[in-house]
């Protein structure tokens, strides 16, 4: 008995390292399926980036949800009653803007440390639905793909209350290709407003690169 | 109501004003409502503690958690804070046949600690509540029917009334599910009525099995002898499907027969169908390749069946066990065989062998482009909308492609009183019968695992008591390349007045969860995938004083959590001393040390240094009302 003890003592206590244990899946050919589809979905029912978000300002007044139940189908829901939120670069509160980044990085942390390159595949196109109410005086700003931290103006397209309704409507950002080079943020959608309004409400879907 | 018979716990008592308030409360209620008894009994639990984080690490509040954080330059003191709460216990009968029974905890103050700082104490503090209805059980019981609305209060599985597939699993952890969720399951009513040859169970509430919603669990046994026949019927709203129709539910059905052919034979057979989410649309994997089906009604019914066989030759018992459940009825194949024989009066040995394997395997994680120029997510783990996963740890998806063997020894020379209390060969102390006399006796394990597959996205729970799904983009668990082992022995000793209870386990032992398996994650929190831990517990206790101590190496964290993230704690000492002063008052001195030998530490495990003083003292009422 003493015997069988020790020896399942030595056979329990076999620490190798965890590369000579388990599979690593990255190391795996199929890792990588060697082509590109054309279209990166960015959201559709959930975040499919793998990477996370983060508020461009403080997150005050606002409500960001993504797993809004739209009929059975998950959005993305966004809202700013218009007050006012912390702007971090001029360090005061302010009513002008507000918004979020859909992040390569896991956390506004290491926003500026993970980046993507994305430039080989051709994606000319940032494609969404969206829908929702906008305030007089209040846009929606939708900002392709860019560098964290940078001042280079990302491609954009704006939508007034004229442009969108409680219907769902798809609009198309066509994006540059040097945008795509290594970039930190897939995505931003920003509240602007004018003069203190009362903000507004939108739902986002199928957010998309196409070639 | 003849006589009344007032028995103090004891004379001297320090808590007049509770006494008195208690006093006035009882006899009160005791003349209007029992004509039978009416117990109460408070705990009063304090305590002081001392602790200190070690230098270069910083302590910060989360919510009821708290975090760690590497801070270099940073030099801590010890700080002390101290509290105590009552803990009361009430019951009554009024009359013949009906009972209630309740818990309540008041915290007035609480003592501010580092190890286990997510309990119910502190939640009640975090969110301002000074009371906690614990547990309730209201019931009445005949002969033939039984009335009960329970709170709190543990229930069995319904295994041994022939439920084949798990529909009602055991609910015994209801210390923990409110510790880490302030939520009091298993919660419900239940009714039953039983007659010679029938019995039937309809058990209903709000979180009747925890994590599970507005569940209605019901089940008819018809017994003609040799032949028993079983129905059961499960509908509820499990927290880890993310419903997106709130009228939708999980309903399932199972029909089960036993046939005894001799008394050293047994057969069984189930049959269960569970139409979830038919019609639904599923992808898989398959020749790299993503290709999609459709949920059909084929693939909510599932099959359970085998035998018992007692051929008192080589073995005693042998029991070969087949299943194979549908898509969406578990996903999975499985081969269990197990047995046991005595060696001696005193050992008797045990093995299982379990061979598992799901019909549809897990959604690989593959991205589009190649190595050098990656492109977006082709493929990702199913997630909380798909209709079936691939997973383990938690029973109704426990499907992972796995090759597990076990082998147990066990040494209880008076197996009149028996050595485990609840089920055979679980080496948990909770399973130990309190009663084992034996002078020696022992329980060994060991184990042989090896999981051959990836996985699904896990779901666990959090210091909330929620359910939370992995994100996007994790590869789930690894796969093994080889078996890893398991070894457990528990050893209990009675020497003159002592006894003592000595628990070893050691072994491999893999992080459930994908973040643990993530290189971001492992190097910005410490986290590990796998561990090689060693485990010491030593308790005695001889009189009135009790000695317990804990020497560990690279085990989880104490939480189940922990385990999920891959939460290591390098070492742990402790170290406690229990003085039972009276059979109502006791005292006594616990010290902790968690120690993290790296600077990278996972989030929830700090290095740290706390003592805990405390006392216990119990006071109270029986009242017994004679005729």
Known sequence: ?211 | MAKIDIDFFTKKVYYKSMKRIAGILLLNLSLLFAERSFDINFYLNYETIYHKVDDNFKVVDSGINKNYIYSPGEKNEFSSSSGYNIKTNLSFSPFDRFFVSSKISFVPEYADRFWLPVNDSHRLEFEGKDYRVEATEIKYITNVLNLRYFKGVPHASWRYKGDLFNFFPEQYETERYLRVSGRTPPEGYEISYRTRYSDFQLVYGPEVIWGYRDGIYCRYNLDFGTLNLNLFARSDVPDYVKFWDSDERMNSYQMSFSYSFSSQLKGYLGIMYRPFRLNERYQYYESGVLEEDEITTKDAFGVKAGFIYNPYFIVNEIKLNYSYLGLVAGNKEAIEISGYRPISKSLTLSGMAIFQKPLIGPLPLIYEGTEDSPGPIYSNPRGADSPFWVSWYYDDWNNREANIFKLNLLYDPTPSTWFFRYEPNVLEEWNLNPDEDAKLSFALEYKLFKYMSGMDRFYYWDENGDIVWEPYGLTGPWEQKNFFHQFKIITRLRLHRCRILSFISLGDSLALGSYAYDNYSQEKNGLVPLINYYDFILKIIRGRIGFNMRYAIDPWGPEEWHMVFGEKIDKIYSFGLNYRLKPDLNFGIKYIRVKEEDFVVPPEIGSYKEFRFYLNYRFGLNLKFEE
């Open chain 1, 1 to 211: 008995m003493k015997y069988l003890f020790f020896a399942l003592l030595i056979l329990s206590s076999c620490g190798k390292n965890i590369e000579e244990r388990l599979k690593d899946p990255a190391n795996d050919p199929l890792f990588y399926k060697g082509d590109y589809s054309g279209v990166f979905m960015i959201y559709e029912d959930e975040l499919k980036t793998g990477g996370g978000m983060m508020f461009y300002a403080s997150p005050d007044n606002q409500e960001l949800d993504f797993f809004y139940s739209d009929d059975g189908n998950k959005v993305i829901r966004y809202y700013w009653n218009g007050g006012e939120v912390f702007d971090y670069n001029s360090e005061s509160y302010q009513h002008n803007w507000c918004g979020f980044g859909l992040i390569v990085g896991h956390s506004w942390e290491e926003a500026e440390e993970v980046s993507m390159d994305f430039s080989g595949i051709g994606y000319s196109k940032l494609k969404f639905k969206v829908k929702g109410y906008l305030s007089q005086n209040t846009v929606l700003k939708i900002e392709g793909p860019k560098k964290a931290g940078s001042s280079e103006v990302a491609d954009y397209i704006e939508l007034d209350s004229s442009d969108i309704s409680y219907s769902w409507k798809e609009f198309s950002l066509p994006i540059s290709s040097s945008s795509l080079k290594d970039f930190n943020i897939y995505v931003g959608i920003i509240f602007e407003a004018t003069e203190k309004g009362s903000g507004g409400e939108v739902f986002i879907d199928s957010l998309r690169f196409e070639r």
